[in-house]
Structures are given as structure tokens and as C-alpha cells.
């Protein structure tokens, strides 16, 4: 029997960018990028790099005129809603950029890409005065701050400086610019959005600063999640928010492949939302594995994906062993919310945790979690891990890695209560 096509319509966004035969920049991960903003990402290669996490090896810029073809070719056939620019290395290929984008009349995201995360240059020096025009046909532009010195001449060392840069960009031509922080110092990157035009404004946007060299590809991934949104419809500020949020995500659950320090994760959105499917099917499967358990009056569970990062994003359960009543009536709101906030909590510093047990328990407490071999915390406050009447009781929260283990210590919690030992 045939079926019936069901086609779907994503919007198109295009980059315009180099090769990263690493994978982890580029338009490698433009395309990457774009897919997990649910948009079809369509490409516009202006040179090839031999280029892996240790650095870049060799930089080859394709002919003028191939790079006018493959423009033309996705114009014509595509309804591209926004165009992003990556490497563009040469004053002729930024030129011939500008004229592609001539009567181009969508949103266009300039990331004046000229020196790799490794410190190798992809820009030449002759080609740095070309942006200016480009620049000016921008929606927005997104150096990092040694761009935006480079760009505007320019000394930044804080955010009044990335403020003053941006100005500076707007001025030139720009829409709005996005001075990105990740190159100041400080335990907060601050990212400024200075946006011009009929509403001018100032906005910041700060997550805290994670610890790690692994950000190859973080400019690229940036600009192309903007791009994407953009073409999807969103307006500036809700795509360079968005876009932010999604980086802060992208470089704490990084990529760690190859020998040097690794890219960011372009896919982690689409890694989290296939994640909690497999957590929710896991918390479905501990009911039915724990016959017997630790708690008198029932257990809540909770389970993140690999790479939640607030309460929201914390699935839970609650069910009763031995036939108990099961706290999870309306009133007992928080035993759940609490539980998600220690799980999370835990994983700063051991990341590796997924899953979460509170319990109650009557007698034998110190002998219970001496029987437990890994992390588990006394909880002080009974009301935040259990109903109401559970007051005079000792809650306890059990983590763990996977559900395999989280069971595996809960079961030794019931025996070392039941046994005494």
C-alpha cells in the first residue's frame, strides 16, 4: 500500500562560510546548528580549511565566481529567511559577498570571523578594512571582543567598553551588534546587544562563566542559532536571547573529541528533548523493579537529562512500595521541586548524577546509609521531601548516576532498615 507524502515546511537559512574539516566550526556547524533550531539549513562554501581541535593546517579560498554560483544557485531555488557569514577570509570574498547581499532583503548576521579559537589566523590582514560594507548590510553583527577591537580600533576591558564597540558598529551601519564577552574576564560572561534604529536600546545578557577551553566552533554556533531563529520568525531580541541561552547549554555540555580542548555542542537541544524520553521511560520502569523499598510512605523520584539545567526541565515521579499511599496529591507540591533542586545541585560537581530518590524513613538510619556505597544526603528539612505527615519521620536523599544503581541503593537502604545491619 502507498503512503501518503507528508511533507513539512521548515524555514531556510543560509550561511556563507568556510569549511571546517574538524567538524566543530564552520559550516559543518552551521548546518548543525540550524537543524537543531528547526530550520533547513542551506550553504554557501567560500573556502576549505585542513583544520581539526589541535588547529588550523591549511586554508584554501574557492574562485570568486564558484562562490557567486553556489549563492545564486540557493537563491533561486530556496525562500531563504536569513543568511549568516562566517569565514570569509579575503578582501575579494567579502566583496563578492557584499554583492550577493546587495538586494538581498532579509535579516543578515555578520560574525567577522578572523581568528580561530585555536589562535590561528583566518582572515587576512589586507581583508580587514572590507567588513565595513558588509557591516553595514548587517541585521547584526557578532564579534568576540578582540574582533570588535580590531573592527573599531577599539581597547575593550569591560562591558562599558563592549557597550561603547557596539555603538561604534551601529554607527558604521549596522542594525545592532552583539559584543560577546566570553574573552573578558570576570566569573559572568556579559554579552551586549546594542540595537539601533527607530527603538534604540542597550541590552545584557549574562550566564555564569564555565570552566573550559573547549569553545571551538562557539562563534559559528552563535550566529547560525540567531539565523535560524530569525528565519523562523522570531524578533532580534528573542533570538539573540534564545541564541544565548542555547550557547551557555552548548558550551558547558561541550564535545570532547580529538587532542585539543573540543567544540561546543551544537545538537545539545535536540540531544536534551530525546533525553527525556529515555529519563521518563526510566522513572515509568522503577515502580515496577522496587517490590520493596526503603520508604514506609512512599518514594518521589526525580530524573534529568544529561543536560538540564533548571528545575523545569526535571522530570518526576512519586509511588508507594508495599502498597503504601503514594504522596502525590496537589498538596504535596514541593517534596518533588525540592528533590530536583538537590539533584541539580549534586551535579555541579558530579555531573555524572541523573537520578534522585527522597524517602522517608522510620528506624535505622545510620545503619541504612552506611550500607550505601555513593553520594547520599541527609535532608534537614522533612517538609521538603515529604508530605505533611511525615514530620516526625528522617527523609534522606539517594542519587546516582542511572536507575540501575539508584535501585540498587535503595533496595540496600530497605535491607540494611529491615535486617538491622
Known sequence: MTRQYAPVSPPVALTIAGSDSGG??????????????????TSVVTATTAQNTAGVHDVHVLPNDHIVAQYEAVDDDFAVGAIKTGMLATAPVIETVVDCLADYAGPVVVDPVMVAATGDRLLSED??????????????????????????????DDAADAEAAARQLVDDGADAALVKGGH??????????????DDP????????????????????????AIAARLAGGE???????????????????????????????????????????????????????????????????VGVSRYAET????????????????????????????????????????????????????DGVDTALAAVDGPVAEATDTEALAAAEWEDRTGIVVF?????????RLLAIGEAIETGE
Open 127 to 156: 581583508a580587514e578594512d572590507a567588513y565595513t560594507k558588509l557591516i553595514a548590510q548587517s541585521t547584526l553583527v557578532t564579534p568576540n571582543v578582540d574582533e570588535a577591537e580590531i573592527i573599531t580600533g577599539m581597547a575593550i
Open 24 to 41: 566543530g566550526a564552520g559550516i559543518q556547524a552551521d548546518l548543525k546548528t540550524m537543524e537543531a533550531h528547526d530550520a533547513f539549513g
Open 235 to 301: 524578533s532580534l531580541t528573542e533570538a539573540v536571547a534564545g541564541g544565548v541561552a542555547f550557547m551557555e547549554r552548548a558550551v558547558r555540555y561541550g564535545i570532547d573529541v580529538g587532542s585539543g580542548p573540543g567544540s561546543v555542542h551544537h545538537m545539545v537541544d535536540l540531544r536534551e528533548r530525546a533525553d527525556r524520553v529515555a529519563v521518563s521511560e526510566a522513572l515509568a520502569s522503577i515502580g515496577e523493579r522496587l517490590a520493596d523499598g526503603p520508604a514506609e510512605a512512599g518514594l518521589t523520584v
Open 184 to 197: 573578558l574576564g570576570g566569573d559572568e560572561v556579559v554579552d551586549t546587544l546594542v540595537v539601533g534604529g
Open 400 to 408: 546516582a548516576p542511572d536507575v540501575d544503581t539508584l535501585i540498587e
Open 201 to 224: 536600546r542597550t541590552e545584557r545578557f549574562s550566564h555564569p562563566r564555565v570552566d573550559t577551553e573547549g569553545t571551538h566552533g562557539s562563534g559559528c554556533t552563535l550566529s547560525s
Open 311 to 362: 528545575a523545569a526541565a526535571v522530570i518526576d515521579d512519586r509511588f508507594a512500595p508495599n502498597g503504601h499511599e503514594a504522596p502525590s496529591t496537589p498538596d504535596d507540591p514541593v517534596a518533588a521541586a525540592e528533590l530536583a533542586e538537590r539533584l541539580l545541585e549534586a551535579r555541579e560537581s558530579h555531573p555524572e548524577l541523573r537520578f534522585a530518590a527522597g524517602c522517608g524513613l522510620t
